[in-house]
């Protein structure tokens, strides 16, 4: 049974530039949220994803922006990086909008430069 | 008042000894409440939902005071390999009926031998 998996594990990108994360869900789950997580810091909600749709979304400007493919696989974008953007991105997978029971993946930890 | 606040630690603690970390939220209509645990640089797991009446799962014990916004989680007997983040999550329902998940900042657990 295959758990959350992300994609890729590290990226190094500049300032300006755009960047896409990848997640595929737990099997079986539906629902997909992203989040941030600054050094030091707890992870912070940046949206989610059920039936491809934004369901909700977090305090995050506009820059990031996702979408979720009918496999409930989901992608992360982000335009114009700034060096603030660097952190660790999680995704968590759950069953029809649960946000209770979670499961993350790995994260992909993406250093702005 | 941040909406969910953790003692940042680090906690240096021997081995066998016990400790407990607090967590306090700011919402009094949060609904559900959570322990996660972060190795280093790894995703968070969830280590137990935390229920009004308390809760226990071997060496941890979780437990839920309501009216003064807090929750606790004790570790006895600690082991090494006790060494970790420990994040305080709570779940609260929003405006539109949707789940609102906040993560606190951890507490640093390190268990020296």
């Known amino acids: 049974d295959a758990g959350v998996t992300q994609s890729p594990t590290h990226l190094i990108k500049t300032r300006g530039q755009q960047v896409t994360l990848r997640c595929s869900p737990k099997s079986g789950h539906d629902t997909v949220s992203w989040y941030q997580q600054a050094l030091g810091q707890g992870p912070q909600f940046i949206f989610q994803?059920?039936?491809?749709?934004?369901?909700q979304r977090g305090n995050f400007p506009d820059r990031f922006s996702g979408h979720q493919f009918p496999n409930y696989s989901s992608e992360l974008n982000v335009n114009a990086l700034l060096l603030g953007d660097s952190a660790l991105y999680l995704c968590?997978?759950?069953?029809?909008?649960?946000?209770?029971?979670?499961?993350f993946g790995a994260g992909t930890r993406l250093s702005v430069l | 008042r941040k909406e969910v606040e953790q003692d940042p630690g680090p906690f240096n603690v021997p081995e066998g000894a016990t400790v407990a970390f607090n967590c306090t939220y700011s919402n009094s209509a949060s609904q559900s409440f959570f322990w996660y645990r972060q190795d280093c640089r790894k995703e968070p797991k969830l280590l137990m939902s935390?229920?009004?009446s308390g809760n226990e799962d071997g060496r941890f014990t979780a437990q839920l005071n309501r009216a003064s916004q807090y929750i606790s989680l004790l570790i006895r007997d600690s082991k090494l390999s006790d060494s970790a983040t420990y994040l305080c999550v709570v779940k609260t329902r929003g405006m539109n009926r949707d789940d609102k998940i906040i993560f606190g900042k951890g507490t640093r657990l390190h268990i020296l031998p």
């Open positions: 994803y059920y039936e491809e749709e934004e369901r």
């Open positions: 935390v229920y009004s």
């Open positions: 968590a997978s759950s069953l029809s909008l649960r946000m209770d029971i979670q499961y």
